[in-house]
């Protein structure tokens, strides 16, 4: 079981620039979550997907935000423009299940972007 | 808005001690979930108490649940070096939503 992988694992960019940040869920798992974590918020939902579906987006910030997930083993999330306050750590995580057992359903992980805009 | 919070925000012990880390949230649950996070890392799932449990036992981890004054606890017994991290709280609401997050305690155990 290779975990739930992101890439990359830091991205520094420019404000003005688009980002792209991947996620590659664990195999089998139908839901897809993307947080954003900073010291000032702690860990935010932003939007998860179930089988490749957006589900609730009422998280993402503003419309520069956008996510996809094109199929069950790729999502992306893309700023665009950035802004410096969009600097964080982002976490893609996946889990087996939500509302049918949601609340018996632990989340899995991946180690996370860090996102760096100048 | 978080739904936990953890207390305290930042606890520092000596190895072998207990580590305490308390969370409070504000709505009916069905389960209650603790995580760890070690620095640069993604948060790892540690346990899992149902709203109908009251202790629950993992290693050295124990955690508590009171939904009377809507808290859980975390015991962390015996403390190592590697227990160093930050510990998060997180609930599933009555209904259909995902897991809402607290801001966590970071725990530092000194050897």
């Known amino acids: 079981d290779a975990g739930v992988i992101q890439s990359p694992r830091h991205e520094v960019t420019e404000m003005g620039q688009e980002v792209t940040l991947r996620c590659k869920p664990i195999s089998g798992h139908d839901y897809l979550f993307w947080y954003r974590q900073t010291m000032m918020r702690g860990l935010e939902l932003l939007i998860y997907f179930n089988n490749n579906v957006p589900i609730d987006d009422s998280g993402m910030p503003e419309d520069r935000f956008s996510a996809k997930m094109p199929n069950a083993s790729f999502s992306t999330l893309k700023i665009q423009p950035s802004e410096p306050r969009d600097s964080a750590v982002y976490f893609c995580?996946?889990?087996?299940?939500?509302?049918?057992?949601?609340?018996?359903?632990?989340?899995?992980f991946g180690n996370g972007t860090r996102l760096t805009v100048t | 808005s978080q739904q936990g919070e953890e207390d305290p925000q930042a606890l520092s012990i000596q190895e072998g001690e207990n580590a305490t880390m308390n969370c409070s949230y504000k709505?009916?649950?069905?389960?209650l979930q603790w995580y760890r996070q070690n620095s640069g890392r993604g948060l790892v799932h540690l346990i899992l108490?149902?709203?109908?449990?009251r202790e629950k036992h993992s290693g050295r981890l124990r955690v508590t649940l009171d939904t009377s004054k809507k808290s859980s606890s975390l015991l962390i017994t015996a403390s190592r070096a590697a227990d160093t991290a930050s510990y998060f709280c997180a609930t599933a609401y009555s209904g259909n939503t995902p897991l809402v997050f607290g801001k966590g305690t970071r725990l530092s155990v000194i050897a």
């Open positions: 108490i149902r709203s109908n449990e």
């Open positions: 709505t009916s649950i069905n389960n």
């Open positions: 995580a996946s889990s087996t299940a939500v509302y049918l057992s949601l609340y018996n359903s632990p989340l899995h």
